[in-house]
């Protein structure tokens, strides 16, 4: 029962680095970035922060409501005097009053309380207007939040991509490093035989420290990368990173007109640029509003405390309040000038944007041509270099080659495939690149 115990537990922790290290989908990682990538989530409180600032605009258009209190206490006493006969004189009574009254308020704290409440009338045209202008603003931050999308998928897809090939070019350069070791053991059997110059092995032994620098180089490279990755997926940088290996593609027909088309109406860039001109010419209407007298209607209700028994103890009002600054100077329609000058520097840029996104679509097109291009000509090496190994070893089979001449084609099919591999990831690139420039989200 002890040695099966054992044997579990020994099983149990030979399977437990494999569990520890799951491999990661490109999939995967995108959908994990989406989730957790910290400058998307920024992106994301830029548009809630805008969609608050246009909720607490909107409560301009309701009433308003403010209570305004002043507690002094009086430096002179309101003092006057009521002559005689000032209320008039009347048939049967005389005069009121009928003989002068001085009236005084006491030096004593006092008060007053202002209370207001506002509806505003003709200023809810510049208040919608610029609420129009917000909701633009709104549309804006939700397409920096679509482009920052596209970018960060881009990475993650990038250094994946890199990833993958790091560890091609990792597993061809441990098969070089294994050849050259070989190799020089069969050569230095050779010169202690004297059946080659010294001058050989020193070759090979440089060619060996050549392979096993680039096996490092290509270590570190597949390090930094997982840090990246670790990085744009939002988790700790130090966590192991498993990625699948490259997956050949398939060849597939591209209507570049159509491509050309849905980038125009997907890109964020384009929609961003048409938000900017439409939130341009907004603000334009919102200042020609400027131009209308503020009209709004309005309670008043005023409440005088300790101020005597003469005096009124509270007043209460409705009517119209009209604000209005006929001359400014020339102040709103140099103002108005900008705003004007501002849209038509939108439209402009609207333009420059729609001819930017065209010529990276067709700048992408032609890249992902060419990696195909590429992947062809790889392929063909890799074959060509697959049928030459057949033939030395055929050769060294009838001892017509050395066996030197055998392993330096195996490390050249080797370079081949790792060639192949890499221009495999280029076109995977390119691909990713192509559809980023349509305004693909993933």
């Known amino acids: 029962m002890k040695r099966v115990t054992f044997q579990i537990a020994i099983l149990a ?24 990538n910290r400058s998307l989530r920024n992106s994301a409180l830029d548009t809630r922060k805008a969609l608050e600032n246009l909720r607490a605009n909107q409560t301009h258009q309701l009433p308003s409501l403010s209570v305004n209190g002043l507690g002094a206490r009086q430096l002179q006493s309101f003092d006057f005097t009521l002559t005689k006969g000032v209320l008039g004189t009347y048939p049967g009574t005389g005069p009121l009053p009928g003989n002068d009254v001085h009236l005084k308020t006491p030096l004593a704290p006092t008060g007053m309380i202002v209370g207001k409440v506002s509806q505003p009338l003709s200023s809810l045209i510049r208040i919608r207007r610029n609420l129009d202008t917000l909701r633009t603003g709104v549309e804006l931050t939700k397409e920096q939040t679509r482009a920052e999308k596209q970018q960060v998928v881009r990475e993650v897809k990038r250094v994946y991509y890199a990833i993958q090939q790091a560890e091609s070019s990792l597993a061809a350069a441990h098969e070089t490093v294994a050849l050259y070791k070989e190799l020089g053991r069969l050569t230095e059997n050779y010169v202690a035989g004297e059946v080659v110059l010294k001058s050989e092995l020193l070759d090979v032994l440089t060619h060996l420290a050549k392979a096993e620098q680039s096996e490092s180089v290509l270590e570190d490279q597949r390090s930094n990368a997982g ?11 130090l966590s192991s990173v498993r990625v699948e290996p490259v997956l050949d593609i398939e060849a597939d027909s591209i209507d570049l007109e159509a491509a050309r088309r849905r980038a125009l109406e997907l890109r964020p860039e384009v929609r961003q640029a048409k938000l900017q001109r439409t939130q341009a010419e907004q603000d334009v ?34 009517g119209l309040s009209l604000s209005w600054e006929p001359f400014d100077w020339g102040r709103k329609k ?102 980023r420039a349509l305004g693909e989200e993933q």
Not at 285 to 311: C, M, S, T, V, W
């Open 285 to 318: 209407r919102a200042k020609k509003a400027e131009y209308i007298p503020d009209i709004a209607a309005e309670f008043n209700a005023l409440n005088f405390i300790n101020y005597g028994q003469f005096f009124p103890s509270h007043s209460n009002s409705v």
């Open 227 to 237: 840090e990246q990755l670790n990085q744009l997926l939002g988790r700790d940088i």
């Open 13 to 36: 922790l030979v399977a437990l680095p494999g569990f520890a290290q799951e491999i990661l989908t490109l999939d995967e990682a995108v959908a994990m970035a989406l989730d957790q």
């Open 334 to 435: 140099h103002e108005l000038a900008q705003k004007q000058h501002t849209a038509e520097q939108a439209r402009n840029s609207e333009q420059d944007a729609v001819n930017a996104v065209l010529a990276d679509v067709n700048q992408k097109y032609r890249q992902l041509r060419q990696s195909r291009t590429q992947l062809r000509v790889a392929h063909l090496a890799q074959e060509t270099s697959i049928e030459s190994l057949r033939v030395v070893r055929n050769k060294f089979a009838v001892q017509a080659v050395l066996l030197k001449d055998v392993l330096q084609g195996q490390v050249n099919l080797e370079q081949y495939n790792s060639d192949y591999q890499q221009a495999l990831v280029s076109l995977w690139n390119a691909r990713a690149d192509f559809e």
